[in-house]
């Protein structure tokens, strides 16, 4: 369909990369990295300029969310999926409320459905329809996704939760950009390959004292089994202490200081009014097109990280976007393959340029109308 479709040179992107995790790293990050030569990369995690590293990503966190003083924040390897199973195992104490609407939301759901001691309940919509999670209860943990990734749909609302209850809240590809008042969140976690531009493989765990209290008294109980490389007790004991638990990739810690840096230049409120921007941008762009429509109907749901747009099915997107692929100029806005939708998925990560999204729909016009 797209075999002679030849790019105006005008409406090529800056930067091809759109995708939603692994995000854009700013090449200046990269060349910043490579400058360290002999002195970061290749040292000890246990000595202090990888401490300090630690430290900067700490303290730069509490700075950007406004973090309580009396809040932890944990980092560890293994990512969000990982602590979807450290949380069933080492921080509900019998039963965790799911509110699901997605891939995501799902899997976290699926993970602790598994666990025989805990009882796991989901509350679920269709794909494309948001859901805000809701004080129930008979839980002793109320788990959220700040930003389902598969469907482009974020949270509206938290809710206040009593003492008894944590209110976990998955934010991976919404921390930093997506509204989030931290107080209200007694666990907010995060990979940081998203917003925060860094790679995978690492998680980030903001804790309350009373997410943390419950995590070290699970974790003091004898009887039940939790692997080592998911002990709460270790992993909060080292973060105390500006390390992570076990080994961690040095390189994503720097990205990941990078990032923060360049964030807290301009403020939390600047990057999430710039993430709204990107979102009007594109939605109202699709809206606007007889070709294209926003696949999140109901518009408090939808996300100002990652916007799904669903195209005219006589439009060939795989044709299209594996053309793109092959000549460098656009990746990864396919839409979510489970969901299976002739859908593109843009994300509008606070590195991504407005320029260059505006490039981007100026383009997807100008290669649909050669075709329709
Ligand atoms: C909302 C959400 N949760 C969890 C994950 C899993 O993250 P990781 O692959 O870093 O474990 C992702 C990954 O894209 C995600 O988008």
């Not at 300090?52 to 293994?78: A, C, H, M």
């Not at 509900?92 to 759901?109: A, I, N, P």
């Not at 009887?223 to 002990?231: A, D, T």
């Amino acid at each position: 369909m797209f075999e002679n479709y030849q790019a105006p040179k005008e409406l090529i992107p800056s930067d091809p990369r759109f995708g939603c995790g692994p995000s854009l790293i700013p090449v200046e990050y990269l060349t910043k990295l490579a400058a360290t030569g002999v002195h970061l990369m290749g040292t000890s995690h246990r000595k202090s300029p990888i401490k300090n590293l630690v430290k900067e990503v700490q303290e730069g966190l509490r700075t950007y969310f406004d973090v309580p003083k009396d809040y932890s924040i944990v980092l560890g390897n293994g990512g969000a999926t990982l602590l979807f199973d450290m949380i069933g195992l080492g921080v509900v104490e019998k039963s965790s409320l799911h509110f699901t609407c997605g891939e995501f939301s799902e899997k976290w759901y699926k993970a602790h459905k598994l666990i025989p001691w805990i009882k796991a309940t989901q509350n679920c919509v269709a794909t494309g329809e948001g859901i805000n999670p809701e004080m129930t209860s008979g839980h002793d943990m109320i788990c959220g996704t700040l930003n389902e990734t598969s469907t482009g749909v974020m949270l509206s609302k938290l809710p206040t939760v009593n003492s008894e209850t944590i209110l976990a809240i998955d934010a991976t590809s919404g921390a930093g950009q997506v509204p989030c008042d931290l107080k209200k969140v007694d666990l907010f976690f995060f990979s940081p390959q998203k917003v925060f531009a860094s790679e995978g493989g690492l998680f980030v765990a903001i804790m309350s004292p009373k997410a943390r209290a419950r995590a070290l008294k699970i974790a003091a109980e004898k009887g039940r089994y939790v692997p080592e490389i998911m002990n709460w007790a270790q992993a909060i004991d080292n973060s105390d202490k500006n390390q992570t638990y076990n080994t961690p990739a040095i390189a994503t810690l720097f990205l990941l200081r990078e990032q923060i840096v360049r964030m807290n230049q301009v403020g939390r409120k600047a990057v999430e009014a710039d993430g709204n921007k990107k979102a009007e941008l594109i939605y109202k762009w699709a809206e606007a097109r007889p070709y294209l429509s926003p696949y999140v109907k109901d518009a408090q749901f939808r996300s100002n990280v990652v916007a799904t747009i669903d195209v005219d099915a006589k439009v060939d997107t795989l044709a299209l976007l594996a053309l793109w692929e092959k000549q460098k100029i656009v990746y990864g806005i396919d839409g979510y393959r489970k969901l299976d939708r002739n859908q593109f998925r843009i994300s509008m990560f606070y590195n991504i340029r407005f320029e260059d999204l505006e490039r981007l729909t100026k383009l997807i016009d100008h290669a649909i109308k050669t075709v329709l």
